[in-house]
């Protein structure tokens, strides 16, 4: 039994001792914690506390709660997908991607007509309110059950000047990049990342716990005079990935224009 000492509320005492219980090891990551009886006991307090307590050990992200399982201790180990930010060609020409590419599509790809936000728009150098193809995959990786989410945005003037790629504004990245090719494009990719709380239809398709956030990677694929093609975008629970790169110093990089 811990007797509960410490200023603030009860539930925060409690929420407080059960985390440097985790932290200390004794609650060992991908273990379940003791039950809401146990922890009663342990801490000599009410229900209603201990319940407070997990709740908001939830919202810190340290407690996973599994429905008919029970609160499980979130794992601080690595991620168990790395996506490799490389484009490579094989010998016989054909673009290959490292990472999601690689993936099974769970549905069929969604594609649509939108049109350019300000974040978009700055990243793809078009104006707010530009005409855009969008295609929307869901991809799961076979070996982990992790899932993705890729988006596709193509500049309406890209596709005008690429028939193939008017005609097929849904398909793979790699594919789209050997049109881009064959139109004349010496390719090279710009790629930011950034951790984001998700939004609810992102939290749903990507079965993220609470408190989890996404990385939310934007590949920019540019062409001759360094022009903007088209934009890629891959959200991923920030708990299941690591982002890996290769970095070389063969050659002096193009710096892309500002807008």
């Known amino acids: 039994m811990t007797e509960i000492q410490r200023p603030g509320a009860l539930y925060q005492q409690v929420a ?13 990551p991908d273990s379940l914690l003791p039950s809401e009886a146990q922890l009663m006991t342990r801490y000599q307090v009410s229900r209603p506390t201990v319940r407070n307590a997990v709740s908001a050990l939830r919202a810190e992200g340290l407690i996973d709660v599994r429905h008919g399982k029970g609160s499980f201790v979130r794992s601080n180990g690595r991620p168990v997908v790395s996506l490799a930010g490389h484009v490579g060609r094989t010998s016989g020409g054909r673009f290959t991607l490292h990472g999601v590419a690689t993936w099974e599509q769970t549905e069929e790809p969604s594609t649509y007509r939108t049109h350019a936000t300000e974040p978009t ?7 707010v309110e530009e005409a855009l193809f969008g295609c929307d995959r869901l991809l799961t990786d076979p070996a982990t059950g992790t899932r993705a989410m890729h988006r596709t945005l193509i500049p ?8 193939d790629l008017a ?3 849904n398909a793979e990245p790699a594919a789209v990049y050997a049109m881009l090719t064959k139109a004349g494009h010496k390719l090279w990719w710009s790629e930011t ?4 709380m998700p939004l609810p239809d992102e939290r749903t398709a990507l079965r993220l716990p609470d408190a989890t956030p996404v990385l939310h990677l934007s590949r920019v694929t540019c062409g001759t005079d360094d022009q903007a093609l088209i934009l890629e975008e891959i959200r991923i629970g920030a708990d299941r990935a690591e982002l890996a790169y290769r970095i070389t110093a063969d050659k002096v990089l193009a710096q892309r224009r500002q807008p």
């Open 16 to 28: 407080a001792a059960i985390r440097e219980a985790i932290l200390s090891g004794e609650f060992a």
């Open 156 to 163: 309406l003037a890209t596709a005008d000047a690429v028939p």
């Open 193 to 196: 990342v950034r951790a984001r």
């Open 167 to 169: 005609e097929a504004p």
């Open 121 to 127: 728009a700055h990243l793809l150098e078009v104006q």
